[in-house]
Nanobody, 126 residues
Framework: EVQTVESGGGLVQAGGSLRLSCAAS????????IGWFRQAPGKEREGVSC????????YYAESVKGRFTISRDSAKNTVNLQMNSLKPEDTANYYC???????????????????WGQGTQVTVSA
């Protein structure tokens, strides 16, 4: 069974940092583009960042550029999201998901990704 599991969320003050991790089971991460998404209460799920499978190019939503960094650890079969300079508006449940097509990283459409995890909650206090 193909699964992803997120970890690393928590409560942090504005300006602080968190590092999220997405672990895979049932498939090799290097064969898939991996995206990080988030969903705040009452809002739609949105793409935050993505790392492609073909060339490990990285993509970011405008709202997180310069603050978040996505990286792949092939030895551990994980994809990490380092989040710095966190803001209250970053508060959400964060999910990772996989896509076989590298091109899906450019648009980060929720419907193009699968194998969703349960998410990890990130709360940023003012």
């Amino acid at each position: 069974e193909v699964q992803t599991v997120e970890s690393g969320g928590g409560l942090v003050q504005a300006g602080g940092s968190l590092r999220l991790s997405c672990a895979a089971s049932g498939f090799r991460f290097t064969d898939y583009a991996i995206g990080w998404f988030r969903q705040a209460p009452g809002k739609e799920r949105e793409g935050v960042s993505c790392i492609s499978n073909s060339d490990s190019n990285t993509y970011y939503a405008e709202s997180v550029k310069g603050r978040f960094t996505i990286s792949r650890d092939s030895a551990k079969n994980t994809v990490n999201l380092q989040m710095n300079s966190l803001k209250p508006e970053d508060t959400a449940n964060y999910y990772c998901a996989a896509s076989y097509w590298a091109s899906t990283c450019q648009t980060m459409r929720v419907t193009d990704f699968g194998s969703w995890g349960q998410g990890t909650q990130v709360t940023v206090s003012a």
